[in-house]
């Protein structure tokens, strides 16, 4: 396994990859991997096979953090990851450092970001108004670095998946955008690198997070036509709310491509939250 850090490298590497028409898929994570990330690698073996190239990306990127958020303490452990990604069978660990990925920034000679001007307005978008910018300009800089056919993210950012695939259309990237299931723990917390600051008490009041949309879904069989969107709100808000260390940030239900609000909430409908947990702030989606 190699790890590279500077983008030159990598980009050079890739284009020899491309002249000897190797398969590529890129993993991008922020590191602190957990069996999420590695559910997300082996589904890119198995999708470039085994004589493809794996590369998994480890960069907390700033830029899609606001000056108030927890970029600074964000969990790292480049050692531990390194071990991880050789036993789950990583080809390349690119890990750049912020000059590498925005070069001159500190100086004032970085200026370009690539902005999704629909899709990211609401939801995360609504709390994180400089989060999604963040988010498909250093995604659609690791494509043009790494040059994959395919990139796998995991579906638990449901959010940005819509967004990163809307990016590749309109941007005519020629990259297959898979996304693959959430993992989550036994107990049906959806796995994060953020749950390492959750405290013995919180982590239990994380779980307000999937018993929501457990609810959701019961009144959904229990009234299969569909029903109004309040009357799941109200009793999955006042669920939520209840827990003394829980905060409900939003919860929506959605069309799973276009984002739209829906009036009602019917099977097939993206059920999507944020949450408090103390500090924490925690998400989740199913569809219903
Ligand atoms: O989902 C993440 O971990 C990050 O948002 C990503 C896609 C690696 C971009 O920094």
Redesign the pocket.
Known sequence: MKVIHAADAMQRLALQWRKSNQRVALV???GYLHAGHLSLVHEARRRVGPAGLVVLSI?V?PT?FAPHEDLSRYPRDFARDRQLCRKAGVDVIFAPDNEAMYPGKEQGQYSTFVVEEVLGRELEGGTRPTHFRG?TT??AKLFNLVLPELAV?GAK?FQ?SAILRRMVKDLNFPIEMVVAPTVREPDGLAMSSRNKYLSRSERRTALVLSYGMEVARRLLLRHPGGLPVQKVVDPVARIINSQPAARLDYLAFVDPLTLQPQKRVRPGVQMTLAVFVGKTRLIDNTRL
């Open positions: 991008p994570t922020m960069y990127n899609q988010v250093v995604v993210f950012d940005q």
